[in-house]
C-alpha cells in the first residue's frame, strides 16, 4: 500500500527562523509534491518534483525552497520563516503526472510566531 | 483560471440523515477534466474517497457517490445514511490529463462532523 510520511508533525518556530519538513515516500512514485492548506483556501501546491534532482515551481512558491534528494525524500525549506507561512503543509506522491491519484502524507502543522 | 467551489463548512448532520456537500467547477481550460472527491479523516492525510473521468457518470464508494454533470458542472457527493466514522474533512478537485498538466486544483474543504 502506499506509503508517504512527513515529519515533524507539529513545528513551532519564529519569525526569521528556519525550518525543513521531510517527507519520505515508499511508493516508487517519480512525482512529489509539496502543498499549503489554509482556512478558507483548497490545497495550494508550493513546489513539486518528478524525479531526483528536479524542482518544479507550483503556484506559491514565494518564500520556500525545495530539494529532491532522492526518489523517496522531499524536503520543503523555509530559510526566513515569516507568520504568514504558518500552516499546514502536506506531501504528496503520485506515479505519474497528469492529474492521476495523488498519495497525501499526514501533514505538518507549521506555526510561524 | 480553473476553480473549485464547494459547499462552505462546517456542516453537521445526525447519524442515519442523508448528506449532500456541493461542488461546482469552471474548467475554463479543460474540456474534460478529471474530478475527484478525496477525505480527510482527523489526523490522517488525504485519501481518494471516488474519481470520475467520464462526463455523465457515476463514481461511489463507501456509501457515497458522485454524479459527472457537465452541463451544470456539477460534482455533488451524497450519501444516503451517514455514521459517525463519516467525520471528517471532503475536498473535491480537477485535474485536466489531456493537457499531461501535473495539477490537481482543490476546492478549500469542507468538515463534517457527525453526531450520533
Known amino acids: 500500500e502506499a506509503a508517504v510520511t512527513q515529519s515533524p508533525r507539529n513545528k513551532v518556530t519564529v519569525t526569521g527562523g528556519n525550518v525543513t519538513l521531510s517527507c519520505r515516500q515508499t511508493?516508487?512514485?517519480?512525482?512529489m509534491y509539496w502543498y499549503r492548506q489554509d482556512t478558507g483556501h483548497g490545497l495550494r501546491l508550493i513546489h513539486y518534483?518528478?524525479?531526483?534532482?528536479?524542482?518544479q515551481i507550483g503556484d506559491v512558491p514565494d518564500g520556500y525552497k525545495a530539494t529532491r534528494t532522492t526518489q523517496e525524500d522531499f524536503f520543503l525549506l523555509l530559510e526566513l520563516a515569516s507568520p504568514s507561512q504558518t500552516s499546514l503543509y502536506f506531501c504528496?506522491?503520485?506515479?505519474?503526472?497528469?492529474?492521476?491519484?495523488?498519495?497525501f502524507g499526514p501533514g505538518t502543522r507549521l506555526t510561524v510566531l | 483560471g480553473d476553480s473549485v467551489t464547494q459547499t462552505e463548512g462546517p456542516v453537521t448532520v445526525s447519524e442515519s440523515e442523508s448528506l449532500i456537500i456541493n461542488c461546482t467547477y469552471s474548467a475554463t481550460s479543460i474540456a474534460y477534466p478529471n474530478l475527484f472527491w478525496y477525505v480527510r479523516y482527523p489526523g490522517e492525510g488525504l485519501q481518494l474517497l471516488l474519481k470520475v473521468i467520464t462526463a455523465g457518470q457515476k463514481g461511489s464508494s463507501r456509501g457515497f457517490e458522485a454524479t459527472y454533470n457537465k452541463e451544470t458542472t456539477s460534482f455533488h457527493l451524497q450519501k444516503a445514511s451517514v455514521q459517525e466514522s463519516d467525520s471528517a474533512v471532503y475536498y473535491c478537485?480537477?485535474?485536466?490529463?489531456?493537457?499531461?498538466?501535473?495539477?490537481?486544483?482543490f476546492g478549500s474543504g469542507t468538515q463534517l462532523t457527525v453526531m450520533p
Open positions: 478537485a480537477l485535474g485536466d490529463p489531456p493537457s499531461g498538466s501535473w495539477q490537481l486544483i
Open positions: 518534483s518528478y524525479g531526483a534532482g528536479n524542482l
Open positions: 511508493n516508487s512514485h517519480n512525482y
Open positions: 504528496a506522491s503520485s506515479e505519474r503526472g497528469g492529474a492521476r491519484e495523488q498519495y
